[in-house]
């Protein structure tokens, strides 16, 4: 079993709805999650952090943690076309593991 | 905010010869840093985990007299790609953990190694 599972999609949202991205982990233990966003070409970039079960809300961008079910997601409100790149999800205790990242396609 | 520099940000080498990437913690102190392998359309694989002062840790099937990780000081850790081949060519990125109240995970621009 993967330790971070994540749909790969493509996930197609319209623009202005909400994007929701989902991921799933095996580790018990983690205590980190993170979400980045990755263009083509690119490094990944920080988006969300979080640390504990809830919710945690940054502009247009809500992480939500679940630690009994073992799941984190991302939602991005007012979706944008600038939005469309590959979301990573990575978490872990010590060190930080890769899902396989979900193509996320906004269109206009 | 914290920043990661990697460098070089591209390299063309022949079959054969040694490759080293330097990742820098610019604004921050990182005992812990870690090097990731992406190939296209996949995502980042973890290579080793480097810790300052001490051996670097290595995920299975990475090769460590291959890929030898240097993290000499607090701000700077090195992988060197030795007798590079072509199935070496891909996205290398590093990345440095900026400890404090949260932890969070920085990462450098990456290097794109091509091996011909």
């Known amino acids: 079993q993967k330790e971070v599972e994540q749909n790969s999609g493509p996930l197609s949202v319209p623009e202005g709805a909400i994007a929701s991205l989902n991921c799933t982990y095996s580790d018990r233990g983690s205590q980190s999650f993170f979400w980045y966003r990755q263009y083509s070409g690119k490094s990944p970039e920080l988006i969300m952090s979080i640390y504990s079960n809830g919710d945690k809300e940054d502009g247009r961008f809500t992480a939500q943690l679940n630690k009994a079910s073992q799941y984190v997601s991302l939602l991005i409100r007012d979706s944008q076309p600038s939005d469309s790149a590959t979301y990573l999800c990575a978490g872990g205790p010590s060190k930080i593991i890769f899902g396989s990242g979900t193509r996320l396609s906004i269109r206009p | 905010g914290a920043v990661v520099s990697q460098h070089p940000s591209r390299v063309i080498c022949k079959s054969g010869t040694s490759v080293k990437i330097e990742c820098r913690s610019l604004?921050?102190?990182?005992?812990?840093m870690f090097w990731y392998r992406q190939f296209p359309k996949q995502s980042l694989m973890l290579m080793a985990t480097s810790n300052e002062g001490s051996k670097a840790t290595y995920e299975q099937g990475v090769e460590k007299d291959k890929f030898l990780i240097n993290h000499a000081s607090l701000t700077l850790s090195t992988l060197t790609v030795t007798s590079a081949h072509p199935e070496d060519s891909s996205f290398y990125i590093c990345s440095a953990i900026s400890t404090g109240s949260n932890e969070k995970l920085f990462f450098g621009s990456g290097t794109q190694l091509s091996v011909l």
């Open positions: 604004d921050f102190q990182a005992t812990t």
